[in-house]
């Protein structure tokens, strides 16, 4: 089981910044991607950023241009920037890990970001 450390959540206000990072506990040569997904209130989990070892990305929609996604190789660390936050971003954002060879995804205990005036 590879351990997801996540940081970076809390309380912004409405056009604010946040920075969430996830550090794993695992070779990156083990590692197919990373990246985040988000669960709101009453609503379903969802992909919000992820990006390979080789450095695609991958963002939902609605975080194009506001969201920026990158990582560490040397530390098997993710970041994700979030610029422009808006209310509908608030929701408990998972660390998400696609390990080479194994079905499961490794996820992190998850973050809580509110964006709220």
């Known amino acids: 089981q590879v351990q997801l450390a996540e940081s970076g959540g809390g309380l912004v206000q409405p056009g604010g910044s946040l920075r969430l990072s996830c550090a794993a506990s695992v070779s990156i040569f083990m590692i197919y991607s990373m990246g985040w997904y988000r669960q709101a209130p009453g609503k379903q989990r969802e992909l919000v950023a992820t990006i390979t070892r080789g450095g695609t990305t991958t963002y939902t929609d609605s975080v194009k241009g506001r969201f920026t996604i990158s990582r560490d190789n040397a530390k098997t660390t993710v970041y994700l920037q979030m610029n422009s936050l808006k209310p509908e971003d608030t929701a408990v954002y998972y660390c998400?890990?696609?390990?080479?060879?194994?079905?499961?995804?490794?996820w992190g205990q998850g973050t809580q970001v509110t964006v709220s005036s």
């Open positions: 998400n890990c696609k390990r080479i060879g194994v079905w499961s995804d490794d």
